[in-house]
């Protein structure tokens, strides 16, 4: 099973098609914390980034 992770204003929603709804994650840290949260929880996963920015615009966010 797969589901999708999407920022909407700045809070992310996980948008997995079993749920009646989309689910609130919240900020950025909140998804951190949910990964870390699958991670330890012994879940196996593989993670796939779809990103739509440039890559140079991209490296400026890393370095903040």
């Not at 589901?3 to 994650?25: H, V, W």
């Not at 993670?47 to 370095?63: D, N, P, Q, R, W």
């Amino acid at each position: 099973h797969w589901f999708a992770i999407k920022s909407f204003e700045g809070i992310f929603y996980n948008l997995d098609s079993t749920y009646f709804e989309p689910q609130r994650i919240g900020e950025r840290k909140d998804l951190i914390r949910y990964f870390q949260f699958m991670m330890e929880a012994g879940c196996n996963m593989y993670l796939f980034a779809v990103i739509s920015t440039s890559i140079s615009a991209l490296k400026k966010y890393e370095s903040n």
